[in-house]
């Protein structure tokens, strides 16, 4: 799996997301042909390397000769569905879009319909969103990881004059998603950047287990007291045989003042909420006092929002946190016919050859109790007929 991961160092805009792109091997012709699919002529792409505070870069420039500015939305959508595109670029660059005018809509109080797209609207920004879109898709990138985002503070001058940073419709695009203050004055993320990185990112947070292959730099037009870059490293989904690795979250937290019914209905609540795992281990604290050590284990974009319901669910008054890797066995489902009905097994890939079924738990279950069976004759049951079917020595 080819994964991606964008390192925010100065924040993202449009321009910074292509040029990362381009650096990272995305060839500067293929990039303009696809572009040119978007029957605009009234721009141009200047390429070229630069130097941001020691670091070398990659800079796209969107030249326009542009005589509509400001668009509505469905002007936008318009010349998106009218381009020789994928189906996939046209869609989610319309989402983009959709997504900037929604929060317009709510800032302005005014109507999706009736917004006018002013810096956005431009060819130039359709362009750093449909160049960027189409770009993923050309790298054939499969898992896109995002750092947190760094906000500016300080003041730029928008159409409608003073505005605060961040921008009000950054700030609204990126609801839900990590971001920490920055001192630098001037705007580290556009609503461009901030409404890409939203269609395209599978998670956000630290950078992901994998086999690196590449890095690139893309430049931002200013200069800062820091390098204006957003860093794209590129790699494979780490692998030694027959599994893979990924980065997890881990929570823990020592419990000696929660009683039982807590402790089932947090674990409940954590794995209705996407904990991959809780477990909770007895032990003895100090004063022999008995205790619990609950251990959650999570995906990385996930873990803020358990370790609230940690907080708000039991007695505790500290969570140790720490990201992991984790090897994955690959595995995949089938389907085993018994006598029982059709059970749902897990057939895992082991290393050396060979492969383990495992019968899924809630099928089983309700066989089971359909049949007014043991689980264990229901489960020895579906093991049996997937060894005899899948070759499993037992």
């Known amino acids: 799996m080819k994964i991606a991961y964008f390192d925010c160092i100065a924040g993202a805009s449009g321009d910074m997301l292509l040029g990362a792109l381009v650096d990272a091997g995305l060839p500067a012709a293929t990039l303009e042909a696809e572009l040119a699919k978007l029957n605009l002529d009234d721009f141009h792409l200047h390429v070229a390397k630069v130097s941001k505070n020691g670091f070398g870069a990659t800079k796209v420039d969107v030249h326009v000769h542009d005589h509509a500015p400001e668009r509505h939305l469905r002007d936008i959508c318009a010349i998106i569905e009218k381009a020789a595109l994928s189906d996939r670029v046209k ?3 319309v989402r983009v879009f959709t997504r900037i005018c929604e929060v317009e809509a709510g800032i302005h109080g005014q109507s999706v319909d009736a917004v006018h797209l002013h810096e956005v609207g431009g060819v130039d920004a359709i362009v750093d969103v449909v160049g960027v879109l189409a770009g993923v898709e050309l790298l054939g990138l499969e898992r896109i990881v995002v750092s947190p985002l760094p906000m500016g503070r300080g003041f730029i001058k928008g159409a409608h004059g003073q505005i605060p940073l961040p921008a009000p419709a950054t700030v609204g695009l990126l609801a839900g998603v990590p971001v920490y203050g920055s001192p630098i004055e001037k705007e580290l993320v556009t609503p461009t950047g901030a409404a890409l990185l939203v269609e395209l990112a599978d998670a956000w947070g630290v950078l992901p287990a994998m086999t690196l292959k590449t890095v690139g730099y893309g430049a931002g037009t200013r200069d800062s007291v820091i390098p204006n870059v957003i ?4 790699g494979e989904s780490a692998a030694s045989g027959p599994w893979s690795s990924e980065t997890i979250t881990e929570l823990e937290t020592h419990l000696d003042n929660d009683r039982g019914e807590t ?4 674990t409940q609540r954590l794995m209705a909420e996407g904990a991959l795992d809780v477990v909770s281990i007895p032990a003895l604290m100090k004063k022999n006092r008995p205790a619990h050590v609950l251990k959650v284990l999570a995906r990385p974009e996930d873990a803020d929002r358990l370790q609230r319901i940690l907080f708000k669910e039991t007695s505790t008054l500290g969570i140790r946190r720490q990201d992991t890797r984790r090897d994955v066995l690959h595995r995949h489902f089938e389907t085993v016919n018994t006598q029982y009905g059709p059970i749902t097994v897990k057939i895992a890939q082991l290393p050396g050859g060979g492969v383990r079924a495992t019968p899924e738990y809630e099928d ?7 049949h007014g069976v043991s689980l264990r004759d229901v489960t020895q049951t579906a093991e049996h007929v997937a060894a005899h079917q899948f070759g499993i020595p037992h």
């Open 231 to 234: 860093r794209l490293m590129l």
């Open 263 to 266: 402790l089932g209905h947090t």
């Open 364 to 370: 089983c279950r309700q066989a089971a109790e359909k």
């Open 91 to 93: 869609a989610r660059a």
